[in-house]
């Protein structure tokens, strides 16, 4: 199913509103990533930039251009790892959070 644009809306809304989803949308996209999903965490990540810094902001960060950064997250981008990286870093700062990996057995 599509994501709409009302629904889209609502997410920028909201993040704009609460501190604690804008945590929240950080954290499940790097869980994503971590847990081997990069389709799914780079989405999220482009929710969260788009709900938040924008692209243009970190493309300055990174000194990169806005493009690039928009390829590197896309559906078929391929970031590396440094670059992935920086950009949670980034995000981390903006945010003013720091994500930390808990290692938990499996069942």
């Keep these: 199913m599509a994501i709409t644009?009302?629904?889209?809306?609502t997410i920028l809304q909201r993040a704009e509103s609460d501190a604690a989803f804008r945590r929240h949308m950080l954290t499940e996209a790097?869980?994503?990533l971590l847990a081997g999903d990069?389709?799914?965490g780079k989405a999220m990540l482009r929710d969260y930039i788009n709900a938040?810094?924008?692209f243009q902001q970190l493309a300055?960060?990174?000194k990169k251009t806005d493009?690039?950064?928009h390829r590197m997250l896309g559906p078929r981008g391929n970031p590396r790892a440094d670059n992935i990286l920086e950009i949670i870093k980034i995000l981390q700062v903006n945010e003013r959070v720091t994500l930390r990996v808990e290692a938990k057995r499996a069942a």
């Design 30 to 32: 790097v869980n994503e």
């Design 67 to 69: 493009k690039s950064v």
């Design 52 to 54: 938040t810094i924008t």
């Design 60 to 62: 300055k960060k990174l």
């Design 5 to 9: 644009r009302k629904f889209r809306t």
């Design 38 to 40: 990069l389709a799914a």
